[in-house]
């Protein structure tokens, strides 16, 4: 716990960890403050809008009972259940999540990883009350920015956490990859193979592209563009690294990325032999 | 092996894992057969390995990610208990609220300290020298409150129902803030247990003292017995969290904390529940034009009702 990349974590990173049985370290990414200010904003609107439905569907119904009060009665009973209830209904049926957690990408958690349950959905939201003092939610905000896993007052009591949720994606996540036509491999010298690690710094330049402007994203790319060029053979491929930087660099890696999409498609009798297929060392760049 | 053949190796069976999984997270009961449940086991196993492997090879930090969440959902599926609510909630309150209030009966002593001795203490004082209600609360209350009981009951047009969803959010509200802010130390609780107890008080013997005492005690007495001790049950969770923090003996305070607040939910889901019941009794019952006589024996039917479920429902049969 003492090892400084994770005190360092502590203090900066967005994550949590947490070790399993399997003896893997998960990483969970927490909600901030500001996201789940925007789940709350939503809820309220979804309840306010659920309170008038049915209040003016009930409201209808129990005409012929007015003078018992009984429409005043029943609008009261639901306000109470829609201001105490709401969060609590949805955390234990959505898995964690109410409407406004989900648009959000939002979802609560036991701080042990798993699902959490109608107590701990109940304990969470009835201490919301805490949170709220003295002032829209002050004293929760502070504990929340004041402890590791960004839990308010409830969170605490409850043992749970607010994580964001990922869509688990894998391969053809790089869109607009294709439009580079792969740089073959063959071009280089001893059919050389940047490493995962090159081509992920690659991967988060072209993630970039549109956000730079073009002259800065070639100065960028000619950094890792240039001592790449160097083991090309052929002088017009080294000239083109040179003066076309990112797109050298991306239609390298479109040459390594795109086999990603077509590798689960593969059937299982063609897995097999590609598994003898001898697998050389990656050679490493720089 | 470079991470080419990896994932060719590994894809299909993560995504055969991730299918297994959307089934086994899905809502609903039969989710896994039971080959299947050793099946899952097995993938989910081998995906820690890879995921380990991955990590420790440092490819692509997207395949990273990309396993890491699966193996999120995978633990959380796998270890994690799902709510099963149905048929607990009468359990519950049946046995398992009022063994919960019994196990943790010095909490409500105490809060029951906290809420009486003002509430008695402010009815006499008030009660021999009037005048002083006005130091505790504003002369309108005071005002509307001799108001109200100054007239019969059943004059006008009388909306029950009304009152009656009227005083189940008021109340249980008041009860739930008692609660929940009992985390603060036990402070916020000790506070509302005070002041209710005090304007409760203050409020009955300035009401008797203005000479409306029957049709006072008539009101109250129906619902005193649930509401009341309602109150004290709530603040007794709300102590229980403050307790935790002050106290939290060899835990450390974040596990103390989520120990006891389970029990201390506990009390005040049971307490929101007799809040329930008395709302009713208030807003059905207490307004009834009936004699004193009948409103009293009701009353203390009641109270006896309150005490022998709290302090013997749920027990365990005595060894024969």
Request: net charge positive; proline share 5%; glycine share 10%.
């Amino acid at each position: 716990m003492s090892r400084p990349e994770e005190v360092s974590n502590r203090v900066l990173s967005d994550q949590t960890f947490l070790e399993i049985p399997e003896n893997v370290r998960l990483g969970f990414r927490l909600a901030g403050p500001g996201t789940r200010l925007g789940a709350y904003l939503l809820d309220l609107g979804v309840r306010s809008a659920a309170l008038y439905a049915i209040v003016a569907v009930l409201s209808i119904a129990l005409l012929p009972f007015a003078t018992t009060g009984l429409p005043v009665g029943v609008y009261f009973v639901v306000a109470f259940v829609l201001e105490w209830g709401y969060g609590c209904f949805f955390e234990t049926w959505w898995n964690g999540q109410t409407p406004g957690k989900r648009a959000f990408g939002l979802r609560v958690i036991k701080t042990e990883g798993y699902a959490i349950g109608f107590y701990e959905a109940m304990i969470r939201n009835l201490l919301r009350a805490a949170d709220f003092v003295p002032l829209f939610y002050a004293a929760g905000f502070l504990t929340a920015i004041s402890n590791p896993r960004l839990q308010r007052i409830g969170d605490l009591v409850a043992g749970t956490m607010v994580v964001r949720e990922r869509k688990p994606i894998l391969g053809g996540e790089l869109e607009g990859l294709s439009d580079y036509p792969p740089f073959p491999q063959e071009a280089f010298r001893h059919r050389y193979r940047p490493s995962e690690k090159t081509l992920e710094l690659i991967e988060s330049l072209f993630r970039r592209r549109f956000d730079l402007p073009p002259a800065r994203l070639d100065e960028i790319a000619f950094i890792l563009a240039e001592p790449l060029g160097k083991r090309l053979d052929s002088f017009t491929d080294r000239k083109f690294a040179r003066d076309q930087p990112s797109e050298f660099l991306f239609r390298v890696l479109s040459a390594h990325r795109a086999w990603i999409e077509n590798a689960l498609e593969v059937e299982p009798a063609e897995r097999a032999g590609s598994r003898r297929r001898a697998s050389r060392p990656a050679a490493s760049f720089s | 092996m470079n991470k080419q053949s990896f994932l060719r190796d590994r894809g299909l069976s993560w995504k055969r894992f991730e299918s297994l999984l959307g089934r086994a997270e899905a809502p609903g009961k039969p989710r896994l057969a039971p080959e299947e449940v050793s099946e899952f086991s097995e993938l989910f196993r081998a995906l820690c390995y890879d995921l380990a492997q991955v990590r420790s090879r440092d490819w692509s930090s997207s395949l990273e990610r990309y396993l890491n969440d699966l193996v999120v959902r995978g633990h959380g599926a796998f270890y994690g208990g799902r709510p099963r609510p149905r048929g607990q909630a009468l359990r519950f309150l049946s046995a398992g609220f009022p063994r919960r209030l019994r196990e943790n009966h010095g909490f409500f002593w105490v809060s029951l300290a906290l809420f009486a001795i003002p509430l008695v203490v402010s009815w006499v004082v008030v009660a021999m020298e009037p005048s002083l209600a006005h130091r505790v609360l504003p002369g309108t209350t005071l005002y509307n409150m001799e108001e109200m009981y100054s007239r019969d009951f059943g004059e006008g047009e009388r909306q029950d129902a009304a009152m009656a969803g009227f005083y189940v959010r008021h109340n249980t509200s008041i009860a739930f803030q008692c609660f929940a802010l009992g985390f603060f130390l036990g402070i916020g609780t000790i506070y509302v247990l005070l002041s209710n107890g005090i304007q409760l008080g203050t409020v009955s013997g300035y009401v008797i003292a203005q000479g409306h005492g029957e049709r006072f005690l008539g009101f109250v007495c129906g619902h005193s017995s649930f509401e009341l001790t309602a109150i004290v049950v709530a603040g007794a969770g709300g102590l229980i969290l403050g307790h935790a923090i002050l106290a939290p003996g060899s835990l450390s305070r974040a596990e103390a904390l989520k120990e006891r607040g389970r029990v201390a939910v506990e009390l005040a889901l049971g307490a929101a529940a007799m809040l329930f019941v008395a709302a009713m009794i208030e807003g059905f019952w207490s307004a009834q034009p009936l004699p004193l006589g009948v409103k009293s024996l009701t009353a203390a039917i009641l109270w006896i009702v309150v005490i022998a479920y709290l302090g013997l429902a749920g027990r365990e049969g005595r060894p024969s």
